[in-house]
């Protein structure tokens, strides 16, 4: 293909704002222990540091994906940027944890922006048969941000403090707001005459989330347990409003009538549920366990996402040649066999065997996640793209969420109120070994979605 001013431009941009959210995940996972030394945070309060981000992010993306198909994805991709630039800022300055937890909140809130509009940008700016090498490039900018991201974290919490990697992110903030303003453009006339949403079903959809996941920190006390039943009836009525509304916020026909969208929806959802907290989980252990700095611990953990970003343009495309589910499910049966083979990490394990299975699972994960992303995306028609964007990123961030509070789930139930600092080697060993057999399970159910969703139609 003929790369034009115009394609490269779109392309960076994308790259470059996939890069930075990432980059942020991982590095501050890898400043946890130092975070929770400053503000003396119990482990279930130190998860949330990680969770605030992921929840509001997946408050957000659906909403974001049909505004954007109405109001512009140029526009919200916009203010996406500087609201992620302008809340990364404002976690460097954070006085205590309470404040440090609310601005990641807000931050996701501009992470939401641009990850939803961002691959509808990038698709809408490209011919169908091209699709699939363009996201793939776009994924390996995601993955570069993960491998950067630990080493990164690591440098700077040891020698600068963990503030130092948000006033870092501040600062790419601020250069992608240049350029996004110089070189993106406006967005075309919209066809649609319609520019409202459906906010009653908005509404249920984030409450549903916000209870599902607060009272996640709550159980086994009977509170949590209620939030939980609240969260799941809030979702029920919002899937109820949006099935008959005019203006839905997702149409629920895209899921009950399009199988190769809804269960590439659905593999992506129990993919990302399995394999998100391992970064969260071997962080701490490397650190704890093993007694590595953080910096020693980011140079282990880069492994998983450099494979991933070497491989995902490849997996990109092979998937414009091969039907997806071949890819997507050998990738998803290779992320199965890596997670089990975590659950036997000991207190003596060699590092080159953690890095071994770090590349394993990374390669696994770059051979699902670009064929399916591929997948999800030409399953729709182009007035769709926001909408599809933001279904993939939403399944993708409520599968972080599911995978961080099934983590905090085994620490709550098994550490109390205690810092994981303070929590005995065994203990910690004990629960993050049923974590990883319990991550292990689920990709494993996740085959059958992904083999079974259907042939690609590349038309």
């Not at 790259?15 to 222990?33: D, E, K, N, R, Y």
């Not at 969770?51 to 140029?74: C, E, H």
């Not at 394993?360 to 699902?368: K, P, T």
Request: overall charge positive; hydrophobic content about 55%; charged content about 10%.
């Amino acid at each position: 293909m003929d790369w034009t001013k115009k394609h490269l431009s779109i392309m960076g941009i994308v790259a470059i704002t996939a890069f930075m959210g990432t980059f942020l995940i991982s590095s501050v996972s890898i400043a946890l222990p130092a975070i929770e030394k400053s503000f003396g945070l119990d482990a279930v309060a130190l998860s949330w540091v990680v969770t605030a981000f992921l929840l509001s992010t997946a408050m957000f993306l659906l909403p974001v994906g049909r505004w954007g198909d109405l109001k512009g994805i140029r526009r919200l991709f916009k203010l996406g940027v500087l609201i992620f630039t302008l809340s990364s800022l404002a976690c460097g300055l954070s006085p205590s944890g309470f404040w440090l937890i609310f601005f990641r909140y807000i931050q996701g809130i501009g992470a939401a922006f641009t990850s939803t509009t961002g691959p509808a940008i990038l698709v809408s700016a490209f011919l169908p048969q091209y699709r699939g090498r363009v996201i793939g490039l776009a994924v390996a900018a995601v993955y570069l941000g993960l491998a950067f991201g630990p080493f990164a974290g690591g440098f700077l919490t040891e020698f600068f403090g963990w503030r130092s990697i948000f006033f870092v992110a501040s600062a790419l903030g601020l250069f992608t707001s240049v350029i996004t303003f110089l070189f993106l453009g406006n967005d075309d006339m919209l066809d649609s005459k319609e520019k409202k949403v459906d906010l009653k079903g908005t509404f249920f959809y984030m409450l549903g989330l916000v209870s599902l996941v607060y009272g996640s920190s709550f159980i086994p006390d009977v509170s949590g347990w209620l939030m939980q039943g609240g969260g799941i009836l809030a979702l029920i009525i919002f899937w109820l409003i949006e099935n008959r509304s005019a203006r839905p916020v997702i149409e629920t026909r895209l899921y009950t009538r399009n199988r190769l969208f809804a269960y590439s929806n659905l593999a992506a959802l129990i993919n990302y549920s399995a394999t998100f907290a391992i970064i969260f989980l071997l962080s701490l252990y490397l650190q704890k366990i093993q007694r590595l700095s953080p910096r020693e611990a980011g140079m282990i953990l880069i492994a998983q996402p450099i494979v991933m970003a070497l491989f995902s343009p490849l997996a990109g495309r092979l998937s414009d040649r091969i039907q997806a589910r071949y890819l997507a499910s050998l990738g998803m049966g290779m992320c199965t066999l890596g997670l089990l083979a975590f659950a036997f990490l000991s207190n003596t394990t060699p590092v080159w065997s953690i890095v071994s299975i770090l590349i394993w699972v990374g390669l696994g994960f770059a051979f699902f996640s670009s064929p399916n992303m591929n997948t999800i995306m030409s399953s729709v028609d182009k007035r769709q793209y926001g909408l599809a964007s933001g279904s993939a990123a939403t399944m993708r961030v409520i599968g972080q969420i599911v995978s961080m509070t099934i983590a905090s789930l085994f620490f709550a139930a098994m550490f109390g109120n205690q810092a994981i600092l303070e929590v005995p080697n065994a203990l910690f060993m004990t629960a993050m070994k049923w974590g990883f057999i319990t991550f292990s399970l689920i990709c494993l159910s996740g085959i059958y979605f992904s083999f079974n969703r259907g042939k690609m139609n590349r038309n």
